[in-house]
C-alpha cells in the first residue's frame, strides 16, 4: 500500500517559510477570486481528470492512457480532453489521424491512438 511521505508531516519552521507565507496568502485569494468569478459547469457525462500540480513527468499521460484501455475493454467508450501542450491549434479540436505533433501536440497523438482525443485551450 502507498503511505505519504514523512516529509509532508514535518513541521519545519524556517526564514524560507515565514517569508514565503505572506505569497501564499495572496495565492489563496486569487484562487478564490478566481473560482468565484468563473462559472462551473455540469456534465450528464461521467468524467475522470487526471491531473496534477506538477506540469511535466509525473505520469499522468501513460496513467491516462491505462485507464482508456481498461475502459474500452470493460465497454465504455471514453474520450480524451487535452490542452495540446505544444501544439500550434488552439481552438477545440478532435485530434485525426492526419494531424502531426507539432500541430496538436505529441501527448494529444499518444492519447488519439487509444480513444478519441479533443484539444483545446
Known amino acids: ?18 517569508s514565503l507565507y505572506p505569497l501564499s496568502l495572496l495565492f489563496r ?6 473560482n468565484f468569478a468563473s462559472t462551473s459547469k455540469k456534465s450528464s ?21 491505462k485507464i482508456g484501455k481498461i475502459l474500452i475493454k470493460a ?22 489521424s492526419w494531424h502531426s505533433p507539432t500541430s496538436v501536440g505529441d501527448e494529444s497523438i499518444l492519447l488519439s491512438k487509444v480513444a478519441p482525443t479533443w484539444i483545446g485551450n
Open 1 to 18: 500500500m502507498l503511505k505519504a511521505p514523512k516529509f509532508w508531516y514535518q513541521k519545519k519552521d524556517s526564514y524560507l517559510s515565514r
Open 29 to 34: 485569494l486569487g484562487t478564490k477570486i478566481r
Open 45 to 65: 457525462l461521467p468524467i475522470i481528470c487526471i491531473g496534477n500540480i506538477v506540469v511535466g513527468g509525473a505520469g499522468k499521460t501513460p496513467v491516462s492512457l
Open 75 to 96: 465497454g465504455y467508450k471514453p474520450h480524451f480532453i487535452s490542452k495540446g501542450y505544444a501544439g500550434i491549434i488552439k481552438t477545440s479540436t478532435l485530434v485525426e
